[in-house]
Structure formats: C-alpha cells, structure tokens
C-alpha cells in the first residue's frame, strides 16, 4: 500500500514530523510512505492517495487554526473531482 505524507511547514517542525510519520510508515510490513511538501503534489499524486492512503501533516497558529493554502488546495482538489 502506498500512502502519501503531505506536509506543510513554516519553521521546519512540521516537516520533522512527517519525516517521523514516513518512517513509521515504511516500518510496516506492504506499506510504502512517500512525503511531499503539498506545494510539490500534483492532483495525480492527491488522486492515488485517495484510494491508496493520504496523511496530512500541517502546522497550526494561533491555538489550532490551520493554515488556508492546505485547506483550500485539498477542498478544490475534492470539488474539482466530484468528490
């Protein structure tokens, strides 16, 4: 199974993370970890993950409020596919 670990990160905290994430990932057995920054996906990339496996790793400001470039990719990827 592969399973893509998209990332968005300012400081570099984040992308610590999903590095983390990555090799938890590979460390089962048939899984497959792949890690993108989500300016680096493209929609064939999102797609595959959609049936395969997608985790998202973003950082957060403010007490939790997540950041609009994430989210408003992910929503218009969706809207775009008819999902």
Same mark, same amino acid.
């Given at each position: 199974?592969?399973?893509? *670990? !998209?990332?968005?990160?300012?400081?570099?905290?984040?992308?610590?993370l999903? &590095? +983390?994430?990555? %090799? /938890?990932?590979?460390?089962?057995?048939?899984?497959?970890? *792949? !890690?993108?920054?989500?300016?680096q996906?493209?929609?064939?990339?999102?797609? &595959? +993950?959609?049936? %395969? /496996?997608?985790?998202?790793?973003?950082?957060t400001?403010?007490?939790?409020?997540?950041?609009?470039?994430?989210?408003?990719?992910?929503?218009?990827?969706?809207?775009?596919? /008819?999902?």
């Amino acid at each position: 199974m592969k399973i893509l *670990v !998209l990332y968005f990160s300012k400081s570099g905290n984040t992308r610590r993370l999903a &590095e +983390a994430v990555v %090799e /938890g990932v590979n460390a089962i057995t048939g899984a497959e970890a *792949v !890690l993108k920054k989500t300016d680096q996906v493209t929609r064939d990339d999102f797609l &595959e +993950a959609m049936t %395969e /496996g997608l985790i998202l790793t973003i950082f957060t400001y403010k007490w939790g409020k997540c950041v609009k470039p994430v989210g408003k990719y992910l929503l218009e990827s969706l809207i775009y596919q /008819g999902f």
